[in-house]
């Protein structure tokens, strides 16, 4: 029954970094690469959007960011255009629905921290026009827009850029996301926001107090936008005990943030990296700021995109009902896409 449903239903995956290990291949392997490694795993895990971020790794910050950001996205748009049966990236709601109804996956372009924006604001539309929708500010540190939840202690908001970030960002029909900030940036950007945010990759933290996770006052907030908290899969964010690291732990995560947010604003947001780290030639990612926390640890059976009719099944074990089961595995994700993707303010 579990996998039935779980096929049946629009599954959405907010965040897979696999764009950084298509990229670590040269340009003419980038669409046989992907629809050899990954598509099987997307179509097998029933994934029917995903989120790409473009992250920046460590060697090509700050020099070489903004090359590097449009590298990757010009691998979203090769690896797209070399596999058209099977993926489309889209930029809105209404091709999301397209593809959906042709049995293509749809892709969504997401930037994480935007490194090659730094304060340059101007070129957000230039990015928008690149296929841009999704996007965050900051990763561990600070950036030119504002800290990350790395540097919490600073208490640190949106800097003058970071502000007018948010106000391009909602003109020109791009959604906000939340993960990583810092938590007075968070508090800024809600102040600020007139369209809905979105957290791409957030556990709860009052699960698992780490700075990586959203308190629940954060998650009614974003919930009150009219957002979604998609969870985040890396088991060290969902408890400091490895024999925790369980998919029953997840849904425990799932589940609270529904109590606390509702149940049309909880998603899922995997961070599968474990594969992606180890498929890149080092250095790759040397210093996330981790400190504690092992980001190759998995929960067993979710270590990528196949794993996913395995929370499904869990889901089912809890009892909750198929209907907020279809809206957690991505019905929400997709009514705040086809709400907001690309309609400009």
């Not at 907010?14 to 040269?26: I, S």
């Not at 939840?149 to 791009?174: F, I």
């Not at 926001?193 to 907030?221: C, E, F, G, K």
Request: aromatic fraction near 4%; charged fraction near 25%; charge should be negative.
């Amino acid at each position: 029954m579990s996998v039935e449903l779980h096929h049946r239903a629009v599954v959405a995956d907010t965040h897979n970094d696999l764009l950084m290990a298509v990229t670590a291949r040269p340009p003419r392997q980038w669409a046989s690469f992907f629809r050899e490694r990954w598509l099987p795993q997307l179509h097998e895990g029933g994934v029917n959007v995903q989120v790409l971020p473009v992250f920046i790794d460590d060697q090509y910050r700050p020099e070489g960011a903004l090359r590097q950001t449009l590298r990757m996205i010009e691998c979203a748009h090769t690896l797209a255009e070399g596999n058209p049966d099977a993926v489309r990236l889209c930029l809105d709601g209404a091709q999301i629905d397209q593809a959906l109804g042709e049995g293509r996956i749809a892709l969504v372009l997401a930037l994480e921290s935007a490194p090659g924006l730094d304060a340059n604001v101007e070129l957000l539309p230039t990015l928008h026009r690149l296929g841009v929708r999704v996007a965050s500010i900051a990763h561990w540190g600070r950036t030119a827009l504002a800290d990350g939840s790395g540097e919490d202690a600073t208490a640190g908001r949106l800097t003058a850029a970071g502000v007018e970030t948010v106000r391009e960002m909602e003109r020109l029909g791009m959604i906000f996301d939340i993960s990583h900030l810092s938590a007075a940036g968070v508090e800024h950007v809600l102040e600020l926001a007139t369209r809905p945010v979105m957290a791409t990759h957030s556990s709860a933290r009052a699960l698992r107090d780490h700075h990586r996770n959203l308190t629940d006052d954060q998650i009614r907030a974003v919930a009150a936008t009219g957002g979604v908290v998609c969870v985040n899969f890396l088991a060290a964010f969902l408890s400091e005990d490895p024999a925790e690291y369980t998919v029953d732990r997840l849904v425990d995560h799932i589940e609270h943030i529904v109590g606390v947010g509702g149940i049309d604003h909880v998603g899922l947001g995997p961070d599968f990296v474990r594969e992606v780290m180890n498929d890149l030639t080092p250095p790759c990612c040397e210093d996330l700021g981790y400190g504690e926390i092992d980001p190759l640890a998995v929960l067993p059976g979710l270590d990528g995109p196949r794993g996913l009719p395995l929370v499904t099944e869990a889901l089912v074990g809890r009892g909750v009902p198929e209907d907020d089961i279809v809206k957690i595995l991505g019905g929400n994700v997709l009514r705040l896409f086809r709400a907001e993707l690309g309609r400009p303010r």
